[in-house]
């Protein structure tokens, strides 16, 4: 199985802040990655697919990149409702896998 | 407007069989590429994915688990169903179904529904 690892665990910062979550896979993925958050007792929502691209509908301040093994989540200035836990997961190969999660919290 | 919804019993006693079905609206599983999987969340911890079937029959399962999944579909009555034999406690967690569009992850999720197994 391709191992996620997502880094840092937690995250403390404040409204305005730019924020940059870091995902490694134990083995090339391509681009074949995407990013979601979940917000407490919610389903996780899809933002970014294929490393990138922006889902319809999210806001322009998210933004992803990376190939091969390492990937990265930038919030460009934080917002009060981005407070949640991020996930990356590679769909490159089965089974997908996820990250551990990055939980945001407020400094 | 595409979504999907889980069904399914909240509470399972140990080494009995959970089926879980997924109903969705605003896409068709007979559709090129589409696809519908199935992840699950145990209370407090990460994201795990458990199986996918597509529109042309394929289906994938988490190694893991694959001697106690099955997941089927009904193409008529826009379902999805996965069956999960001999539950254990660690099977607790919220069961999540998800679509899957061509080259895209997971874009639409259901609500996600508890499943507690205890006797």
């Known amino acids: 199985d391709i191992q996620m690892t997502q880094s840092p665990s937690t995250l403390s910062a404040s409204v305005g802040d730019r924020v940059t979550i870091t995902c490694r896979a134990s083995?090339?993925?391509?681009?074949?990655l995407a990013w979601y958050q979940q917000k407490p007792g919610k389903a996780p929502k899809l933002l970014i697919y294929?490393?990138?691209s922006l889902e319809s509908g999210v806001p322009s301040r998210f933004s992803g990149s990376g190939s091969g093994t390492e990937f990265t989540l930038t919030i460009s200035s934080l917002q009060p409702d981005d407070f949640a836990t991020y996930y990356c997961q590679q769909y490159y190969i089965y089974p997908w896998t996820f990250g551990q999660g990055t939980k945001v919290e407020i400094k | 407007q595409i979504t999907l919804k889980e069904s399914g019993p909240t509470l399972v006693k140990p080494t009995q069989t959970l089926t879980l079905t997924c109903t969705f609206s605003?896409?068709?599983?007979?559709?090129?590429?589409?696809?519908v999987g199935w992840i699950r969340q145990p209370p407090g911890k990460a994201l795990e994915w458990l199986a996918v079937i597509y529109w042309n029959d394929d289906e994938h399962y988490s190694p893991s688990l694959k001697s106690r999944l099955t997941i089927t579909k009904d193409t008529s009555k826009n379902q999805v169903v996965l069956t999960v034999t001999n539950v254990d406690p660690v099977d607790t967690g919220t069961y999540y179904c998800a679509q899957k569009g061509l080259g895209r992850a997971l874009g639409y999720w259901g609500q996600g529904t508890l499943v507690t197994v205890s006797s």
């Open positions: 294929k490393a990138s």
């Open positions: 605003g896409f068709s599983l007979s559709t090129n590429g589409v696809g």
């Open positions: 083995q090339s993925i391509s681009s074949w």
